[in-house]
C-alpha cells in the first residue's frame, strides 16, 4: 500500500479537515462533546481563478499561498490534516476474495494480483487502498469477503500531497470526497435497507457527482458536466447578466414546484433566467434518470429509495421538489448540521448546509 493513501480507512489523530475545490477551500474542526459535536473552526475561503482546470489542480504553489495564508490570518496552528480528492479521480470497486485467506495473504492478494485486473492503469501507477466489507457465498456455495478497493493515478495524488508539503501541513488521511460526504451522513442512510439504495447527488461548482450508496457502500458513481457555475452561467446570460464565479446569487433562487414542461416564458409564464436555469436542471435531471436506470438494470432485485441532494447546489430553495417531480423519487435535502447534531457558536443558513458535508466528513477523520 502506498504512503499517499495509507490513512484512507484508518483512525487518525487531531486535526483540520480542508476540503479544496475549485471555487473554495473550506477549512474545519471539530471537537466531541459526549454523543455530539462542536463546530470550533469553520472557515471559507475564496478560490481565485486559474488555480484549477477542468476540476484539477494546475497551480499549487498559488493554492498553497493561499491555504498558508488562510491558516495565518486565523491564527491557526495545526499542522495534521484530512483533505480529499474528486471521485472522478477514483477507481472504486467492490470485489470478491476467498474468505480463508488470514490479513496478509488478503492484503498480498488484494494489492498484488487481484488489483490488476480492474484497473485501467498499470499498477505501478496507481496508489491504493482497501477495506474487508461483509462475508457472502457465491453461487457455488463458496464463501467469500467482499472487498472495497480504492485506486488513484499517482500523478493525482502527487499534486495534493505537494500542494499540502508547500502548505507546510502534513497530511493524515487522503480520503475521497464521497466518502468524506457518506461519514458525515451516515446515520441517515441506516434508514435503508440491504435491498434499497440512496443516490447521493452532489453539486459541486463545475460538475455533479453522483454516487449510488447501498449499506453505506458506494456500489456505483458517474460525474456530469453541470454544477452551480452552469447554473448561474445560464440564468446570466438568459438576463443579460456578467458572468460571475461568485454564484451566490443561485442561494436566493426557489426552484417553481411546477413541472418544467408546464412552464412558459412572457408575461403569463416565467423569466427568461429561471427557463434557462431549469433547462440546465432538467439535464442534469437526464443524467440523473440514465444513472440510475443504468444500475438498476445491472443490480437486480434492488429499488431506489432516496436522492439525497448535497453540494453548494444542494441547498437551492426547493431543488427537491423538483427532482422529486421529475424523477418520481422521494428527493431531500442533506443537512449535515443536524445529521451530526452539531454545536455551531452562529447559525448556519439551510441553503448552505448541504455544502457542509464534504468538509464535515473530513472533520470527523480528524478528532
Known amino acids: 500500500m502506498f504512503s499517499s493513501l495509507k490513512g484512507l480507512f484508518a483512525k487518525s489523530g487531531k486535526g483540520l479537515g480542508l476540503e479544496v475545490a475549485p471555487e473554495r477551500i473550506n477549512i474545519v474542526q471539530l471537537k466531541k462533546q459526549g454523543q455530539t459535536y462542536k463546530l470550533d473552526t469553520y472557515i471559507t475561503e475564496e478560490v481565485p481563478e486559474g488555480i484549477f482546470e477542468d476540476g484539477q489542480i494546475v497551480d499549487s504553489p498559488a493554492l498553497a499561498e493561499l491555504i498558508q495564508e488562510t ?12 483533505t480529499a480528492i474528486p471521485m472522478r479521480e477514483a477507481i472504486i470497486r467492490i470485489i470478491p476474495i476467498p474468505a480463508e485467506l488470514d490479513d496478509k495473504e488478503l492484503k498480498e492478494m488484494v494489492l498484488n494480483h487481484e488489483a490488476g485486473l480492474y484497473l485501467p ?23 467469500k469477503v467482499q472487498v472495497l478497493l480504492v485506486a488513484t493515478r499517482r500523478e493525482v495524488t ?11 501541513l502534513e497530511i493524515d488521511v487522503l480520503d475521497i470526497n464521497s466518502f468524506a460526504l457518506i461519514r458525515t451522513i451516515r446515520e441517515q442512510l441506516r434508514q435503508f435497507g440491504p435491498q434499497e439504495a440512496a443516490v447521493l447527488v452532489d453539486i459541486e461548482f463545475e460538475s455533479t457527482e453522483i454516487a449510488i450508496i447501498v449499506d453505506g457502500v458506494p456500489q456505483f458513481s458517474r460525474t456530469v458536466p453541470f454544477g452551480t457555475f452552469q447554473l448561474q452561467s445560464a440564468l446570466s446570460r438568459a438576463m443579460n447578466l456578467p458572468t460571475k464565479r461568485d454564484t451566490e446569487m443561485l442561494q436566493g433562487m426557489t426552484i417553481p414546484s411546477t413541472p418544467v414542461d408546464g412552464l412558459r416564458t412572457g408575461a403569463t409564464g416565467i423569466n427568461p433566467g429561471m427557463a434557462a436555469l431549469l433547462r440546465v436542471l432538467g439535464e442534469l435531471t437526464d443524467e440523473l434518470r440514465r444513472s440510475i436506470d443504468f444500475y438498476l438494470n445491472q443490480s437486480g432485485e434492488l429499488e431506489v429509495a432516496q436522492l439525497l441532494l448535497a453540494g453548494p447546489g444542494g441547498g437551492i430553495g426547493q431543488l427537491d421538489e423538483f427532482f422529486t417531480n421529475r424523477l418520481s423519487l422521494p428527493t431531500a435535502q442533506i443537512d449535515p448540521v443536524s445529521s451530526l447534531s452539531l454545536e455551531t457558536d452562529e447559525d448556519i443558513p439551510d441553503v448552505v448546509r448541504p455544502g457542509l458535508g464534504i468538509a464535515l466528513g473530513l472533520g470527523l477523520r480528524e478528532i
Open 121 to 143: 492503469y498499470p499498477r505501478e501507477e496507481v496508489d491504493l487502498d482497501y477495506q474487508k466489507l461483509g462475508f457472502f457465498e457465491d453461487e457455488d456455495g463458496i464463501e
Open 158 to 168: 502527487d499534486v495534493y500531497v505537494d500542494t499540502m508539503q508547500q502548505a507546510g
Open 71 to 82: 491558516l495565518n490570518q486565523n491564527n491557526i496552528k495545526c499542522k495534521k490534516i484530512a
